[in-house]
């Protein structure tokens, strides 16, 4: 199926030859689905925090003083906020008037009524449009903002009296109020994006980043990285062979969130705090989530502390005292059922692994996943994030188990890429490679198929140890399309 050449290119690419046989071979066979022991719910699965509970692990993540990293994911450019206003714009290209826009599109007659809320509106206005037609070429196209082909980290997110301010510094606030170092005052923060989008990024913190230091009294690390070629995957035609470009090269599609791993990979701090680069309110309604913030960062901390005692304990001659109160902390804490006759070994290999703690929202409808008990190849189980294209649509059980879910993951985590030694994991070690997806794509007029890794905190995360945390809707405000930006929670 390969030919000499594939391999000279393969290689020359540095991607594994290993990886790109296996990937051909998951387009044959597919991925398995994953098997569901219930929805994890308040009833098991997801913690639900009284009041003193808060304030306890608060107050431990408060007088923790170990290095932090806020990990933005923001490669995602905004092309797909503006879907509506794109349509719209070829509406008019294709002769309709105002009133036909605003009839057959609802979400472009709602931005142009609210026009003057968005805080670029003052940006805007300096192109002088003369129609609602040039508003949506100044506000998309390059002769403008262009923001429908820029990165959401860089858009004017939100207004303030005097000012205005992107995501990218909204999560400079966010870092300054709770990611901090105790000691060092140092806020690290790390964001991922697109190769074409460095030096904007780049030229965006050069601007603010003394500034906001200044403001809020911090030392800021800001680094970059882009999604590594390497983790780029396959791409096949309908029947399972290699696509091709018209020059018989392979082709390569990147692979997905969850080849963010290894840019996670990278980092070395005791904990990373990892959320979506929309996901930001203004600094005026940030309370509630610097509060929760540090709520689940105390969780983690507190049941790390546990793991690395327990692991410790184990290493001595008489861990059988232990082993029962090592087993019930496993299935209380992380749901991991074993059997009670579990050896040194397998407690070992449960505990020395890396920790993520995982805010979950109620479920009020939102597309994604959410939380569930999975059982293991092993014969246990564990905490898992799922998404519906791991689940058997034939089998109605599962479909019944997934419809009972009462939690959504806004993708809020707080996670320990250390061991009780100190040192680093290898996190590609702990990744399901049997839980990526497939999806089809059309390339030159023609349909192929691409696989993607698994996804950051699906199966990249499969094999760490979990917690989910109900946490409040209002710590959950993401920017999926641009009337998002109308809602009362990101409006200053």
Same mark, same amino acid.
């Given at each position: 199926?390969?030919?000499?050449?594939?391999?000279?290119?393969?290689?020359?690419?540095?991607?594994?030859?290993?990886?790109?046989?296996?990937?051909? $071979?998951?387009?044959?066979?597919?991925?398995?689905? +994953?098997?569901? $022991?219930?929805?994890?719910?308040?009833?098991?699965?997801?913690?639900? +925090?009284?009041?003193?509970?808060?304030?306890?692990?608060?107050?431990? &993540?408060?007088?923790?003083? @170990?290095?932090?990293?806020?990990?933005?994911?923001?490669?995602?450019?905004?092309?797909?906020?503006?879907?509506?206003?794109?349509?719209? %714009?070829?509406?008019?290209?294709?002769?309709? /008037?105002?009133?036909?826009?605003?009839?057959? !599109?609802?979400?472009?007659?709602?931005?142009?009524?609210?026009?003057?809320?968005?805080?670029? &509106?003052?940006?805007?206005?300096?192109?002088?449009? *003369?129609?609602?037609?040039?508003?949506?070429?100044?506000?998309?196209?390059?002769?403008?903002?262009?923001? @429908?082909?820029?990165?959401? @980290?860089?858009?004017?997110?939100?207004? &303030?009296?005097?000012?205005?301010?992107?995501?990218?510094?909204?999560?400079?606030?966010?870092?300054? %109020?709770?990611?901090?170092?105790?000691?060092?005052?140092?806020?690290?923060?790390?964001?991922?994006?697109?190769?074409?989008?460095?030096?904007?990024?780049?030229?965006?913190?050069?601007?603010?980043?003394?500034?906001?230091? !200044?403001?809020?009294?911090?030392?800021?690390?800001?680094?970059?990285?882009?999604?590594?070629? =390497?983790?780029?995957?396959?791409?096949?035609?309908?029947?399972?062979?290699?696509?091709?470009?018209?020059?018989?090269?392979?082709?390569? &599609?990147?692979?997905?969130?969850?080849?963010?791993?290894?840019?996670?990979?990278?980092?070395?701090?005791? #904990?990373?705090?990892?959320?979506?680069?929309?996901?930001?309110?203004?600094? =005026?309604?940030?309370?509630?989530?610097?509060?929760?913030?540090?709520?689940?960062?105390?969780?983690? #901390?507190?049941?790390? /502390?546990?793991?690395?005692?327990?692991?410790?304990?184990?290493?001595?001659?008489?861990?059988?005292?232990?082993?029962?109160?090592?087993?019930?902390?496993? *299935?209380?804490?992380?749901?991991?059922?074993?059997?009670?006759?579990?050896?040194?070994?397998?407690?070992? *290999?449960?505990? !020395?692994?890396?920790?993520?703690?995982?805010?979950?929202?109620?479920?009020?409808?939102?597309?994604?996943?959410?939380?569930?008990?999975?059982?293991? /190849?092993?014969?246990?189980?564990?905490?898992?994030?799922?998404? *519906?294209?791991?689940?058997?649509? %034939?089998?109605?059980?599962?479909?019944?188990?997934?419809?009972?879910? =009462?939690?959504?993951?806004?993708?809020?985590?707080?996670?320990? #890429?250390?061991?009780?030694?100190?040192?680093?994991?290898? +996190?590609?070690?702990?990744?399901?490679?049997?839980?990526?997806?497939?999806?089809?794509?059309?390339?030159? @007029?023609? $349909?192929?198929?691409?696989?993607?890794?698994?996804?950051?905190?699906?199966?990249?995360?499969?094999?760490?140890? =979990?917690?989910?945390?109900e946490t409040p809707i209002e710590t959950f405000n993401p920017v999926k399309t641009v009337n998002d930006l109308l809602r009362q929670q990101h409006q200053a």
């Amino acid at each position: 199926m390969l030919n000499k050449n594939d391999l000279q290119n393969i290689n020359k690419a540095g991607i594994n030859k290993t990886d790109v046989e296996e990937q051909l $071979k998951r387009f044959e066979t597919g991925f398995p689905f +994953l098997q569901i $022991k219930s929805a994890a719910g308040t009833e098991r699965g997801v913690l639900k +925090l009284s009041a003193d509970e808060q304030k306890k692990f608060e107050n431990v &993540y408060e007088n923790f003083d @170990g290095s932090k990293t806020k990990f933005v994911p923001a490669s995602g450019a905004a092309s797909r906020m503006f879907k509506s206003l794109f349509e719209a %714009k070829e509406m008019f290209e294709n002769g309709a /008037n105002i009133d036909e826009v605003s009839t057959k !599109n609802r979400d472009a007659k709602i931005f142009f009524d609210n026009i003057t809320k968005f805080a670029f &509106y003052d940006e805007l206005t300096k192109y002088r449009a *003369s129609s609602k037609s040039e508003i949506l070429n100044f506000l998309l196209a390059s002769q403008g903002l262009n923001y @429908g082909n820029m990165p959401k @980290g860089i858009l004017l997110f939100h207004r &303030y009296e005097n000012f205005k301010r992107t995501p990218f510094e909204e999560h400079l606030v966010e870092a300054a %109020k709770y990611a901090h170092e105790t000691k060092t005052k140092t806020a690290n923060l790390h964001f991922t994006v697109s190769t074409e989008h460095v030096e904007l990024f780049q030229k965006l913190r050069d601007q603010t980043i003394k500034s906001y230091g !200044n403001k809020y009294e911090v030392d800021y690390k800001i680094n970059f990285s882009t999604q590594k070629t =390497t983790t780029d995957t396959i791409a096949v035609t309908p029947d399972n062979m290699p696509f091709r470009n018209s020059d018989g090269s392979l082709v390569f &599609y990147p692979g997905g969130h969850g080849a963010l791993l290894e840019n996670l990979n990278e980092i070395d701090s005791d #904990i990373v705090f990892i959320k979506n680069v929309d996901n930001v309110v203004p600094e =005026t309604k940030l309370a509630e989530t610097i509060r929760w913030k540090k709520i689940i960062a105390g969780v983690l #901390i507190d049941c790390r /502390n546990k793991i690395f005692d327990y692991i410790n304990r184990l290493q001595t001659n008489d861990y059988t005292l232990q082993t029962d109160e090592i087993i019930e902390f496993l *299935s209380k804490n992380l749901c991991i059922d074993l059997p009670k006759n579990a050896d040194r070994e397998l407690l070992l *290999s449960k505990l !020395n692994r890396p920790v993520r703690v995982c805010g979950m929202v109620k479920n009020e409808g939102e597309p994604g996943g959410g939380p569930f008990l999975i059982h293991e /190849n092993d014969g246990t189980t564990s905490l898992q994030i799922l998404e *519906s294209s791991q689940i058997n649509k %034939k089998d109605k059980k599962a479909m019944e188990m997934f419809a009972l879910s =009462t939690h959504f993951n806004p993708v809020d985590l707080v996670c320990c #890429i250390k061991n009780y030694k100190g040192e680093k994991f290898n +996190l590609p070690d702990f990744r399901d490679n049997s839980t990526g997806f497939i999806s089809e794509k059309s390339r030159a @007029g023609k $349909k192929i198929k691409v696989l993607e890794l698994p996804g950051l905190w699906n199966g990249a995360m499969s094999k760490w140890n =979990t917690i989910f945390v109900e946490t409040p809707i209002e710590t959950f405000n993401p920017v999926k399309t641009v009337n998002d930006l109308l809602r009362q929670q990101h409006q200053a």
